[in-house]
């Protein structure tokens, strides 16, 4: 499979060798979330030639979500989106094995949904959500690719437990969750999720550096990009109560 013309472009690019390549292949992604994030995380993870990709999402595909998740047909809308995805990725890449679950994952039903699996891909849509799993992520020792957008603003940063800060070190988990799921358009949240396929391939590959205690933040109005520094915060609660 690795010597098969699909891959023949990506061993053309430096430090992608067929070594490389057969570790793509043999990793596993969790990829939590199928809508905005998750439909170009996916996609992505699939041309590259990520062997074995688990789509977690508890929902069912909405006319208005048809805006931003290009994974998704017009003709699945009333399907549930794991479905959907996983219909996408069988058509576009039938090397690539797919498990999904669907289901709205929390404190209580995760354990099982992770094992097997060493890097996780942050495509919530909440906040509340997103800081739970980067305390999952922390507690059992896997790499937490976050991704997040507000309208036309996102930011991508690489979590490795025990050697960069964690999603609360760079922003502080707040006390409580408003209403807060952000509208957003495909081009924002392509691109954010395009950064974090790109951080899935530097993580399993070794090749170029993953945004380890780097937040890149993407300002779509202005076409800027701007990258911040960041290191374990000592006083990070999340941290501090897991023991990081
Ligand atoms: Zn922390």
Request: glycine share 8%.
């Amino acid at each position: 499979m690795i010597n098969s013309k699909r891959y023949q472009r990506n061993l053309e690019q430096d430090g992608i060798t067929k070594e490389a390549q057969e570790k793509l292949f043999a990793s596993r992604v969790l990829v939590m979330g199928a809508g905005g994030l998750g439909s170009g995380v996916i996609m992505n993870l699939a041309a590259l030639g990520v062997g074995q990709i688990k789509i977690i999402d508890g929902d069912i595909l909405e006319e208005s979500n048809l805006n931003r998740q290009i994974i998704h047909k017009y003709k699945n809308i009333g399907r549930a989106k794991v479905i959907s995805a996983k219909d996408w990725v069988q058509e576009f890449n039938p090397d690539i094995k797919v498990e999904l679950d669907k289901i709205r994952i929390n404190e209580l039903n995760y354990f099982n949904i992770i094992q097997g699996y060493d890097i996780i891909v942050d495509c919530f849509d909440s906040y509340e959500s997103k800081y739970m799993l980067n305390e999952i992520a922390l507690r059992h020792n896997k790499v937490l690719i976050h991704g997040g957008v507000q309208g036309f603003r996102g930011q991508v940063t690489t979590i490795v437990p025990t050697k960069t800060g964690c999603l609360s070190c760079v922003m502080q988990k707040p006390q409580t969750f408003k209403e807060e799921i952000y509208a957003s358009i495909s081009p924002v949240v392509n691109l954010i999720s395009s950064l974090q396929a790109q951080e899935v391939l530097k993580v399993v590959t070794g090749v170029g550096e993953p945004l380890l205690n780097k937040i890149l933040i993407f300002d779509g109005l202005k076409s800027e990009f701007k990258i911040l520094n960041y290191a374990k915060n000592m006083a990070c609660e999340v941290c501090s109560s897991i023991g990081a």
